[in-house]
């Protein structure tokens, strides 16, 4: 079923009156309320009455996740804080974090977004839906929490973890849909193996999962091993959360709800635009969205648009699977995790050397991730109590940073490749 058949599967031209329309009325709300904005356009040459449709979009700045940071916690908001009826936040592994204010409004726009998000991937009013997605600050719980209510269905807030109560549950309320990240899916399907149980002792059709990578391969495997289809829901919290774009039963591109986020592909090195089809970093503008509004916000994230007419009747633009990143950011069990965080540690430390090496890998479905690291040589020693004394304090103060677990190897010195040009400081073999 089509959702909002409306906007959904409205003409193109249609759609490009509408975003200029509201690009252009976003724009200038931005530069009158929100000094950050005022500020870059102004450097720039750059005043609201110059845009007059989205084809003026490469005429705004960019917006960078640093930005975010820079103007913590609230200084790209748009709108007073009386306005402001919920916020979100990421985790701050990295300092500190970037916080999304959302208006009575913005919260009723993204349960629509959502609602056609999972119509778009088969549920129904008539669909119990199991959100194994954590609440919180996270927007994956709230988010797929208010769009499955505004689509009619019977949500169970059961939140992440807590697996064996996620297959009772699953079993005695007879879930049909199923939202979480893929990973987790599969170890809820390894899960019921474990328990003798197979896909036909429960009701499950469909599943939404995101917040993660995650590849065609896996994809079939969680749709084997639970019986179902394997839907692939895309969204970014700075941009709003879950909802921004979602696959259809053809699963061949997310559709982008592009009546309220712009895309864009960029070449991440010289950030111009580059032509439909082509292969660059996700860049998206915000066209209706009051609390935290934002222009050109560079995702990192590596893919493409298709504009043609997808076969489920839908026009609204489809993104391909991300190939990647344009920076260094891993996501790992679904946490941010940067290098440069690891190296913080090891140059705290009088043992260690800032010579490391992460190693990415994905065994039994779950992301692994183990440090090298390279001691200072007055610490190199035979005993083996030493070394795994050295072992845990390293792995303690990582852990700590990261919030993931971590495994660690301890390596004598030189034993890290060394690089005259930018060092490699990641093996990834997950496949991605």
Not at 326 to 349: A, Y
Not at 350 to 359: A, G, M, R
Request: contains cysteine; glycine residues 8%; negative net charge.
């Amino acid at each position: 079923m089509i959702w909002n058949e409306t906007i959904e599967c409205m003409d193109r031209e249609e759609m490009r009156e509408l975003q200029s329309k509201r690009l252009s009325d976003t724009v200038s709300r931005v530069y009158h309320n929100v000094p950050f904005y005022r500020k870059k356009m102004q450097s720039m040459g750059v005043y609201p009455e110059d845009i007059e449709s989205i084809d003026d979009l490469s005429k705004l700045p960019f917006t960078t996740k640093q930005d975010l940071r820079d103007n913590y916690p609230f200084g790209i908001f748009s709108v007073p804080m009386g306005e402001i009826v919920r916020v979100h936040a990421s985790s701050g592994t990295t300092g500190k974090p970037t916080v999304v204010g959302y208006t009575r409004r913005d919260i009723a726009m993204w349960s629509e977004i959502v609602a056609r998000a999972l119509s778009c991937a088969g549920a129904s009013r008539d669909d119990f839906i199991q959100i194994a997605y954590g609440y919180g600050l996270f927007t994956g719980g709230l988010g797929l929490h208010y769009g499955g209510e505004k689509l009619g269905a019977t949500v169970i807030p059961i939140s992440g973890g807590n697996t064996q109560k996620q297959l009772q549950l699953m079993a005695d309320f007879k879930t049909t849909v199923l939202a979480c990240t893929p990973s987790y899916a599969l170890y809820l399907a390894e899960t019921l193996e474990d328990a003798g149980m197979t896909a036909d002792d429960i009701n499950l059709r469909v599943g939404i999962f995101g917040a993660e990578p995650w590849t065609p391969s896996m994809r079939k495997e969680i749709e084997n091993k639970l019986g179902i289809k394997a839907m692939d829901i895309y969204g970014l919290s700075e941009v709003m959360g879950p909802g921004v774009a979602c696959d259809c039963e053809y699963q061949d591109g997310l559709h982008i709800n592009e009546d309220h986020f712009v895309p864009e592909i960029i070449d991440p090195v010289t950030l111009k635009p580059l032509p439909a089809g082509s292969e660059g970093e996700l860049v998206f503008t915000t066209i209706t969205k009051e609390g935290m509004p934002l222009l050109r916000y560079r995702t990192r994230d590596l893919t493409s648009l298709n504009y043609e007419k997808c076969k489920c009747g839908r026009t609204l633009v489809r993104m391909n699977k991300c190939t990647g990143r344009s920076d260094d950011m891993l996501i790992i069990r679904g946490v941010n995790v940067f290098p440069s965080q690891i190296e913080s540690v090891l140059l705290e430390m009088s043992e260690t050397k800032p010579h490391y090496l992460l190693i990415v890998d994905r065994i039994n479905n779950l992301d692994v991730l183990e440090v090298w690291v390279e001691i200072e040589d007055q610490f190199f020693s035979d005993k083996i109590s030493m070394f795994e004394q050295l072992s845990k304090k390293i792995k303690h103060k990582i852990e700590s940073t990261l919030g993931i677990s971590v495994k660690i190897k301890l390596v004598e010195p030189k034993t890290i490749e060394r690089s005259e040009g930018k060092s490699k400081r990641v093996i990834d073999k997950r496949k991605l």
